[in-house]
């Protein structure tokens, strides 16, 4: 089946640290690969997508590259900020079907 | 700007009661969805429905059923709310197949007594 497994957390960073939350996938075919992050007291909101392999999202600082090879889609940013505090959230999509398999997300709180 | 709105955002309830929970978007997406989300557990899929009328089991249905009579419009129903159904219920809505963007409403945080 589908799933979608991403770092154990929290994360705790200083601002302006570099920050790398791991996410891996197993799938049958040829899945869309998404970052969701969702701030206190919200829903979820996209981040950045990927829809095939060496594809590079990014967004607001943010990157992840669809990597086929180790079945990965590691989200980056170079320099957090206390506002980048949230809990982010891997998913994967399929062609095949309508919904979304979401990692358990990964709680980050970045410290001024 | 794209949309989904729920009907509360906190709700109380008691144990037995019969609770509604309502979404609505207005991006004419096919799909819409319900979800729960505790600590620990991440997202969990209760139902989704992918046109009016249709409707399909999530992850954890027991204790949930859904409405959709209107393409804009999906309810969740918790015939007899238990506290174990105490929760953070989210709702997302999409164009048709799994690989479109999922967009969320703020979310419902219910507290059953």
């Known amino acids: 089946g589908n799933s979608v497994t991403q770092m154990e957390g929290p994360v705790t960073l200083s601002e302006e640290a570099f920050l790398t939350i791991n996410c891996t996938y197993t799938?049958?075919?040829?899945?869309?690969l998404f970052w969701y992050v969702q701030y206190p007291g919200e829903g979820l909101q996209l981040l950045l997508k990927?829809?095939?392999?060496?594809d590079k999202g990014s967004n607001k600082g943010f990157e992840a590259t669809y990597r086929k090879e180790t079945t990965s889609f590691h989200l980056e940013k170079g320099s957090v900020q206390v506002s980048d505090s949230a809990v982010y959230f891997c998913?994967?999509?399929?062609?095949?079907?309508?919904?979304?398999?979401f990692g358990e997300g990964t709680q980050l709180t970045v410290n001024p | 700007d794209v949309k989904v709105t729920q009907s509360s955002r906190y709700l109380v309830k008691r144990t037995g009661e019969k609770v509604f929970l309502e979404c609505v978007q207005d991006?004419?997406?096919?799909?819409m969805f319900w979800y729960r989300q505790d600590p620990g557990l991440g997202l969990r899929l209760i139902y989704f429905?992918?046109?009016?009328?249709?409707?399909e089991k999530g992850d954890i249905p027991e204790g949930y059923s859904v409405s959709r009579e209107k393409k804009e419009r999906f309810s969740l129903i918790l015939e007899s709310a238990s506290t174990n159904q105490t929760s953070m219920y989210l709702c997302?809505?999409?164009?048709?197949?799994?690989?479109?963007?999922?967009?969320f409403g703020p979310g419902t945080r219910l507290l059953v007594l």
């Open positions: 997302a809505s999409s164009f048709v197949t799994g690989q479109e963007t999922q967009y």
């Open positions: 799938a049958t075919g040829y899945p869309s």
């Open positions: 990927a829809t095939k392999a060496d």
């Open positions: 998913a994967l999509g399929l062609t095949s079907g309508s919904r979304l398999t």
């Open positions: 991006m004419d997406h096919e799909n």
């Open positions: 429905s992918y046109d009016v009328k249709m409707k």
